[in-house]
């Protein structure tokens, strides 16, 4: 399933997620750290999404209060909860 959440407080703009029975086929990140968010978009993929809220839930970014790896959390957390998982 496609699903693309609007990211808050980083300097990513959307994330566009692929994901299957609960495992994350894909991650594609626009604007942000493009190598960064390249990696961590490789780390996730294969994982399911509750391991993936667990390592990356609340990471800051200097001195914001959330990340991108932190909105990917939400993200996800978000797509549990529209999708009742």
Same mark, same amino acid.
């Given at each position: ?10 300097? *990513? ?7 299957? !029975? +609960? @495992? $994350? %086929? ?14 961590? *978009? ?7 999404? !509750? +391991? @993936? $809220? %667990? ?31």
């Amino acid at each position: 399933m496609k699903y693309t959440y609007k990211p808050q407080g980083v300097c *990513s703009v959307q994330f566009d997620f692929d994901i299957e !029975d +609960d @495992v $994350i %086929e894909s991650l594609n990140v626009t604007g942000g750290c493009n190598g960064n968010l390249k990696g961590i *978009s490789s780390l996730i993929k294969g994982m399911k999404i !509750d +391991d @993936v $809220i %667990e390592r990356i839930e609340g990471i800051e970014c200097g001195f914001k209060p959330t990340s991108c790896p932190d909105q990917i959390a939400r993200a996800l957390k978000a797509y549990k909860s529209e999708n009742s998982l």
